[in-house]
Nanobody, 112 residues
Framework: QVQLVESGGGLVQAGGSLTLSCAASGSIFGVSAMGWYRQAPGKQRELVARISSAGTTTYASSVKGRFTISRDNAKKMVYLQMNSLKPEDTAVYYC??????WGQGTQVTVSS
C-alpha cells in the first residue's frame, strides 16, 4: 500500500512559479515510477510529467521546457517545479505511483 500527500498548490499570477511536493509512504517508492497528473474543470485527467525509478523523465508537450519533475528516494518525495505558469495550467494536480495509487490532489490556480 502506498499513500501520497500533495502540497504546494495555490494562487499565482501568470508568469509566476510554484513547486508542488508529494510525500509518499510505503516500501515500493524507490522502485516505482511516479507521475504528476492534472484535471481541469470539465476536462479529463491528463499526464503532466513522469519520472521512472531510475530518474528518466517524460513531459506533456504543453509543459515541456516549463515544468521539471524530480524525486528524492531517500526522503520518498516527488516534486514538480512549475515555471512560466499560464492560466491554462489551472487545475487540480495529483501525484501518482505506478498508475495505481493517487493522492488527494492540490489546487493550482493561475490568474491572467
Amino acid at each position: 500500500q502506498v499513500q501520497l500527500v500533495e502540497s504546494g498548490g495555490g494562487l499565482v499570477q501568470a508568469g509566476g512559479s510554484l513547486t508542488l511536493s508529494c510525500a509518499a509512504s510505503g516500501s515500493i517508492f524507490g522502485v516505482s515510477a511516479m507521475g504528476w497528473y492534472r484535471q481541469a474543470p470539465g476536462k479529463q485527467r491528463e499526464l503532466v510529467a513522469r519520472i521512472s525509478s531510475a530518474g528518466t523523465t517524460t513531459y506533456a508537450s504543453s509543459v515541456k521546457g516549463r515544468f521539471t519533475i524530480s524525486r528524492d528516494n531517500a526522503k520518498k518525495m516527488v516534486y514538480l517545479q512549475m515555471n512560466s505558469l499560464k492560466p491554462e495550467d489551472t487545475a487540480v494536480y495529483y501525484c501518482n505511483c505506478r498508475n495505481i495509487f493517487w493522492g488527494q490532489g492540490t489546487q493550482v490556480t493561475v490568474s491572467s
